[in-house]
């Protein structure tokens, strides 16, 4: 017998934006950053959905809304049949910016949906991560968006997900330099090769490996560390303003990537001057460039999602 959801429910849901890759770690490294969503969260006969801030002109408001699509199959999978869903979300994490927007709202969905089962049905942290990564298809995004900080992220051989979180240097910070124009992920993984040499790879595992050094204990190494052999590089056509703007910062002597499938660029720094001069070189840059750019110093996310009940 198909169980019920009491109606009546209210909760806030607030994901954070996530940065996946930070340069060689290719689909398996990701960083929460305090840039949230916030999605007012309520159980109802019927739904309805409000939407501010970024999609606001473009994304559906009805059962078709992401959010609620996936909350309804959240509960299905649990057993209880659907309810309504009265969202009102407010978007601030850019969608198409490699920010991880559709992470955040996967997890917020099923972070959402997990909260609104009785409590002996909940399924937990876990459970929401795995259904989250599945729906992805890769777990770099979501893993930070789940648990926060720092994420070493990976898909096991029977097809589940395993993700552990690695301590972060207290110096660490990240400037954002977002554009005004977008780019969809599956054009960016279309650009990438189907083979690569195995001293590319042997490469880029080094390149790896010192970045979890230099972002759990010595920042000064972030500059080697965000050396990628693996995907900037072919993507560079697909967003050739990012790419011009990360060479600028790199000759810099400044650690800046590829905000996972981009065209957003990250730099990792660890002094107030290291973000004053990564301000200063995107404001040089966007004077001349034919794309605007706006800079943005979020902290870093200790915490994943949160979910507060009403």
Do not use: C
């Not at 049905?121 to 968006?145: C, K, L, M, Y």
């Amino acid at each position: 017998m198909t169980q019920q959801i009491a109606l009546g429910q209210k909760l806030i849901v607030s994901p954070p934006a996530t940065s996946a890759n930070l340069g060689p770690g290719f689909d398996s490294l990701g960083l929460a950053l305090e840039y949230r969503d916030r999605l007012e969260v309520g159980t109802a006969r019927s739904s309805s959905v409000e939407i501010f801030g970024d999609g606001a002109d473009e994304l559906p408001r009805d059962e078709s809304h992401l959010i609620i699509k996936e909350m309804h199959r959240y509960w299905k999978d649990a057993g209880f049949a659907p309810v309504g869903v009265d969202l009102v979300a407010h978007n601030r994490i850019p969608h198409a910016r490699g920010m991880g927007s559709s992470a955040a709202a996967i997890v917020a969905a099923y972070a959402a949906a997990d909260a609104l089962l009785p409590a002996e049905a909940r399924r937990g942290t876990e459970s929401i991560f795995q259904a989250a990564a599945a729906w992805e298809g890769h777990p770099d995004n979501v893993a930070p968006a789940v648990f926060g900080g720092l994420s070493i992220s990976a898909t096991n051989p029977d097809g589940s997900f395993s993700s552990v979180q690695v301590p972060l240097h207290p110096d660490l910070r990240a400037v954002l330099a977002i554009p005004s124009n977008g780019l969809s992920t599956e054009v960016a993984r279309g650009a990438l090769p189907s083979h690569i040499e195995h001293a590319v790879a042997a490469a880029n595992s080094a390149s790896a490996a010192l970045l979890i050094h230099a972002l759990s204990n010595d920042p000064s190494q972030l500059l080697g560390g965000t050396k990628d052999y693996l995907h900037q590089d072919y993507r560079a056509a697909a967003m050739p303003q990012s790419a011009a703007l990360i060479a600028k910062l790199r000759d810099a002597g400044l650690a800046a990537v590829v905000s996972g499938a981009g065209p957003t660029v990250m730099t990792l720094v660890s002094s107030e001057d290291q973000v004053a001069a990564v301000q200063a070189v995107i404001n040089e840059f966007s004077a001349s460039s034919s794309v605007s750019w706006r800079a943005e110093v979020p902290k870093l996310a200790s915490n994943g999602v949160t979910v507060e009940v009403l």
